[in-house]
């Protein structure tokens, strides 16, 4: 700025720039909905999210080590029989129905009312309170499977009886 | 700041960066529109989208952690060979005589544990704020697609290290498959290559999780994230729709219920 020409717009030209924040009316407050640029406001943020998950990855890795137990034995089936955790809870389903419901309706059944979520809601509204019976039908099936996961997670062990998981650890990751 | 001045007039950075000299909101946005990794992002984005509890940040944290698996990924493949004889061993070796081994280990397998936690969590968010709703209905499906392969990711994954807990958790999973109506037991073959988990299970799951799986899941992640740029765009253009007044929120709650 100091050493060009000053520019003049309708006969006005600037005289000097003064440092700071121009007076309270002249100030524009921006509005949630008014828009702003990716870069750098949402960018930076991004670059923070991404670090955070990386320094809690590196920590955890530091700090605790991958399990690895003995050798596959085809022979020797551990009681109790876990899968991974997050299909602990269609294995607790597994021991309640018949496996064609537990091991293909259930699963069948979520995926195809996730894929139809969208076009069964059609109500526009983003409000929560405009949303009661979407709101509630979600929370229900996520709390919901959410103990499910738990109990066959950590409340399960020797054929699939149930243990308190401060008594008897058998969850795996 | 003088330097970076200095640097920013430098042939060299404006090789890389076209920036114009005097920056109005459009030319930012055309020089947003020439880079190739600031293309991946719409150009502006609504005030409130910053903050933390928009998105909780649970799609970007999601995307990290599979970036991170795929690094650490690659390391681990440089010293594994699927193969019942080989297998654990190999494990056994990276975490004893390999550099770095066990830290890579233990990142590649507790960001697969994160990565289920944070996309089931990113889909929870995304389902609490609305934003499967017009436009955005078909992403919301793709990310049920991405869902699902970030499931047998970790599930193909799972069997590699040959242990008792892979062996048997991958046993009982796929011992679910018998019961697909009409095409059970051609379901579990296809799967397991034989009447048990065995070698050519192992060949089986490897090539799908560090091949089929992570290409598949690439390609999907590239529409997810073009159809979220696309979409964010269509909701900036777009005049907003003020949030109605108390009043008026008693009748919306009436129309939305019903
Ligand atoms: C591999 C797994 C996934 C990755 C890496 C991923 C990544 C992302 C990213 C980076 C964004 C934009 C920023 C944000 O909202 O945080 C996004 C948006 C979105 N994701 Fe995902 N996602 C994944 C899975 C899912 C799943 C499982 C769903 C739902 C079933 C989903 C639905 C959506 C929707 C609807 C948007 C648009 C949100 C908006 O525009 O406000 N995604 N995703």
Same mark, same amino acid.
């Given at each position: 700025m100091a050493n060009q020409e000053p520019r003049v717009i309708d006969n006005q030209r600037v005289l000097g720039v003064v440092p700071g924040k121009p007076a309270a009316g002249d100030r524009k407050e921006l509005q949630e909905q008014d828009t702003v640029m990716v870069w750098p406001h949402l960018l930076v943020r991004h670059a923070v999210a991404a670090l955070f998950v990386l320094l809690v990855v590196m920590l955890i890795a530091l700090f605790f080590d991958a399990p690895l137990r003995e050798i596959a034995n085809p022979t020797n089936t551990p009681n109790p029989e876990k899968a991974p955790w997050?299909? $602990? $809870? %269609?294995?607790?389903?597994? +021991? @309640?129905? @018949? #496996? %064609?419901? $537990? *091991?293909? %309706? !259930? #699963? *069948? +059944?979520?995926?195809? *009312?996730? !894929? $139809?979520l969208p076009y069964i809601d059609r109500n526009p509204s983003l409000l929560p309170q405009a949303r009661r019976i979407a709101r509630v039908t979600f929370t229900v099936f996520m709390v919901a499977w959410i103990l499910l996961t738990l109990v066959g997670f950590a409340f399960r062990g020797p054929n699939w009886s149930w243990v308190w998981p401060w008594e008897e650890w058998h969850g795996e990751l | 700041m003088k330097y970076l001045d200095r640097i920013k007039r430098s042939a060299a950075y404006r090789s890389i960066f076209r920036l114009p000299d005097v920056a109005t909101d459009r030319d930012r946005a055309a020089s947003h529109w020439s880079s190739f990794l600031l293309h991946l992002y719409p150009v502006k984005v609504r005030r409130r989208e910053l903050r933390f509890g928009y998105s909780a940040f649970l799609g970007v944290a999601s995307l990290v952690l599979f970036a991170s698996l795929v690094v650490s990924g690659i390391y681990l493949m440089f010293f594994y060979v699927p193969s019942p004889s080989t297998a654990y061993g190999n494990i056994q070796t990276i975490q004893t005589n390999i550099a770095f081994g066990q830290y890579i280990r233990n990142t590649h397998r507790w960001a697969a544990h994160l990565m289920v936690l944070a996309v089931a969590a990113h889909m929870a968010k995304v389902f609490y704020r609305g934003a499967y709703k017009p436009p955005k209905e078909f992403n919301w499906v793709v990310g049920v697609v991405l869902l699902v392969l970030t499931l047998l990711l970790s599930f193909t994954g799972y069997l590699l290290p040959w242990d008792q807990l892979a062996y048997w958790a991958v046993t009982v999973g796929t011992s679910m498959a018998s019961y697909v109506p009409l095409a059970g037991e051609t379901t579990k073959d296809i799967l397991l290559g034989g009447p048990t988990v065995g070698s050519s299970t192992l060949v089986r799951f490897y090539v799908l999780h560090v091949a089929v799986l992570p290409v598949a899941t690439v390609a999907v992640l590239t529409i997810h994230m073009w159809r979220w740029r696309k979409d964010a765009m269509l909701t900036v253009d777009e005049p907003e729709i003020a949030e109605p007044a108390e009043d008026e929120l008693v009748l919306a709650t009436a129309e939305g219920d019903e």
């Open positions: 997050y299909f $602990a $809870a %269609l294995q607790e389903l597994l +021991a @309640h129905f @018949h #496996p %064609l419901i $537990a *091991g293909v %309706l !259930v #699963p *069948g +059944a979520i995926i195809g *009312g996730l !894929v $139809a | -």
